[in-house]
């Protein structure tokens, strides 16, 4: 018996709907996101134990089919029924419920799964990332990769920039390497890649403070009409190429990444693990961005994390980005051996001002950011700043 064997009586489930302005918008190929609005879920036991999770859709669906009208639907009218009132015999058995019969719709059982998470460590007494490394030894994930470093190293995501050209994002690049971030990704798209991605790494090289650089096209190429273009990102010797074909595409991404010289990384098309079992099956690309959002919460997370270790995929842990909350269960994954790449997991005030955050994360000057080891985020005094910002919603 351990932690992952606690009992857990749901005595009631709240939702929370908050905004966070961002300090400047954030442009992908598929939308752009100035507030970030999100879903908080708190799951309370009889116990007066209190869990909090994250469920960060955007408003539209350009990520991916989920939106936040869609999971605030979708926890309310069929995840919180499943859990209100209900006794669980340990976390699994819990988590378990919030799948059968539950067909997609993983932001949104991502929320409440993570929530649920949260709730174990408050009742027990043990901080995240600790009873991850339980739950991956009960997984058969071998030793040396149940170890977590207790900290993340910080790559900045920079997002198409409006109004401007890529003079601006190399002074963006720059000033962010300076600030410790340990690599840089640019968004790309059709029309806005090779000449960013040589701004940035001739401004990185010309300040003598040259990092890792990667692009990552959020599946806006099709295979068929732009290989010139993924061509010519090839030629410029990046680390990987994230996602360049749309995520249904999984035929076209399994042959591109034979047809490029530079590694294509997965992230929309992992989707869970089937799709991951997939991708190894047919040799598909070898470095994946697992992100706890995408691929339903923690537990499918530890499946995948699994996986690749076993097959000897480099990981890293992305976000969408979450607020603080969501990003709690975030950078424990990423703190842990099997993630070899610098994730885009970011401080808070990279994205929203100075104590906006729901919960603040702070980055050091070597551009890592600490696991926090709280017994659950009810320790932080989230309920008073989501009591303060947010809004109940269920």
Same mark, same amino acid.
């Given at each position: 018996?351990?932690?992952? @064997?606690?009992?857990?009586?749901?005595?009631?489930?709240?939702?929370?709907?908050?905004?966070?302005?961002? &300090?400047?918008?954030?442009?992908?190929?598929?939308?752009?996101?100035?507030?970030?609005?999100?879903?908080?879920?708190?799951?309370? @036991?009889?116990?007066?134990?209190?869990?909090?999770?994250?469920?960060?859709?955007?408003?539209?669906?350009?990520?991916?089919?989920?939106?936040?009208?869609?999971?605030?639907?979708?926890?309310?009218?069929?995840?919180?029924?499943?859990?209100?009132?209900?006794?669980?015999?340990?976390?699994?058995?819990?988590?378990?419920?919030?799948?059968?019969?539950?067909?997609?719709?993983?932001?949104?059982?991502?929320?409440?799964?993570?929530?649920?998470? @949260?709730?174990?460590?408050?009742?027990?007494?043990?901080?995240?990332?600790?009873?991850?490394?339980?739950?991956?030894?009960?997984?058969?994930?071998?030793?040396?990769?149940?170890?977590?470093?207790?900290?993340?190293?910080?790559?900045?995501?920079?997002?198409?920039?409006?109004?401007?050209?890529?003079?601006?994002?190399?002074?963006?690049?720059?000033?962010?390497?300076?600030?410790?971030?340990?690599?840089?990704?640019?968004?790309?798209?059709?029309?806005?890649?090779?000449?960013?991605?040589? !701004?940035? &790494?001739?401004?990185?090289?010309?300040?003598?403070?040259?990092?890792?650089?990667?692009?990552?096209?959020?599946?806006?190429?099709?295979?068929?009409?732009?290989?010139?273009?993924?061509? !010519?990102?090839?030629?410029?010797?990046?680390?990987?190429?994230?996602?360049?074909?749309?995520?249904?595409?999984?035929?076209?991404?399994?042959?591109?990444?034979?047809?490029? @010289?530079?590694?294509?990384?997965?992230?929309?098309?992992?989707?869970?693990?089937?799709?991951?079992?997939?991708?190894?099956?047919?040799?598909?690309? &070898?470095?994946?961005?697992?992100?706890?959002?995408?691929?339903?919460?923690?537990?499918?997370?530890?499946?995948?994390? &699994?996986?690749?270790?076993?097959?000897?995929?480099?990981?890293?842990?992305?976000?969408?980005?979450?607020?603080?909350?969501?990003?709690?269960?975030?950078?424990?994954?990423?703190?842990?051996?099997?993630?070899?790449?610098?994730?885009?997991?970011?401080?808070?005030?990279?994205?929203?001002?100075?104590?906006?955050?729901?919960?603040?994360?702070?980055?050091?000057?070597?551009?890592?950011?600490?696991?926090?080891?709280?017994?659950?985020?009810?320790?932080?005094?989230?309920?008073?700043?989501?009591?303060?910002?947010?809004?109940?919603?269920?």
């Amino acid at each position: 018996m351990g932690p992952l @064997d606690t009992s857990i009586e749901v005595a009631g489930c709240r939702l929370y709907e908050v905004a966070l302005p961002l &300090r400047e918008p954030f442009r992908i190929s598929g939308g752009t996101l100035r507030t970030r609005r999100s879903l908080i879920v708190e799951l309370a @036991d009889r116990t007066g134990a209190v869990g909090y999770g994250e469920s960060a859709p955007f408003e539209a669906p350009f990520y991916s089919e989920e939106t936040l009208a869609t999971v605030q639907a979708c926890i309310v009218q069929h995840l919180f029924p499943r859990m209100e009132g209900k006794s669980f015999t340990t976390l699994e058995t819990a988590a378990r419920a919030l799948e059968q019969g539950v067909r997609g719709n993983r932001m949104a059982r991502a929320g409440v799964e993570t929530a649920l998470w @949260d709730l174990v460590c408050a009742k027990a007494g043990v901080p995240l990332r600790s009873l991850l490394a339980v739950a991956m030894e009960r997984l058969g994930v071998r030793a040396p990769m149940r170890e977590s470093r207790g900290y993340v190293e910080s790559g900045v995501a920079l997002g198409i920039p409006e109004g401007s050209g890529p003079e601006r994002l190399a002074a963006d690049a720059v000033a962010a390497i300076r600030a410790g971030y340990r690599r840089v990704k640019l968004k790309v798209m059709p029309g806005w890649d090779v000449a960013p991605v040589r !701004a940035v &790494r001739e401004a990185a090289r010309g300040a003598g403070c040259e990092v890792p650089l990667w692009a990552d096209g959020n599946g806006a190429y099709a295979r068929e009409s732009d290989m010139d273009a993924l061509r !010519a990102l090839d030629r410029e010797h990046l680390v990987m190429i994230e996602q360049p074909l749309p995520p249904e595409d999984v035929a076209g991404t399994l042959k591109l990444a034979r047809e490029l @010289d530079t590694p294509v990384c997965i992230d929309e098309s992992l989707s869970d693990d089937r799709a991951a079992q997939l991708f190894v099956e047919h040799r598909g690309p &070898r470095i994946w961005n697992l992100k706890v959002q995408r691929v339903g919460g923690l537990w499918e997370s530890l499946r995948i994390y &699994r996986r690749a270790i076993e097959a000897g995929v480099r990981l890293w842990a992305g976000s969408m980005p979450e607020t603080g909350v969501g990003l709690h269960a975030v950078l424990c994954v990423a703190s842990f051996a099997g993630c070899v790449y610098p994730t885009d997991a970011e401080p808070s005030e990279r994205w929203y001002a100075p104590g906006a955050d729901l919960v603040e994360w702070r980055m050091d000057g070597e551009g890592k950011i600490g696991v926090k080891d709280v017994a659950g985020l009810a320790e932080l005094g989230l309920r008073n700043t989501l009591e303060r910002v947010g809004k109940v919603v269920a």
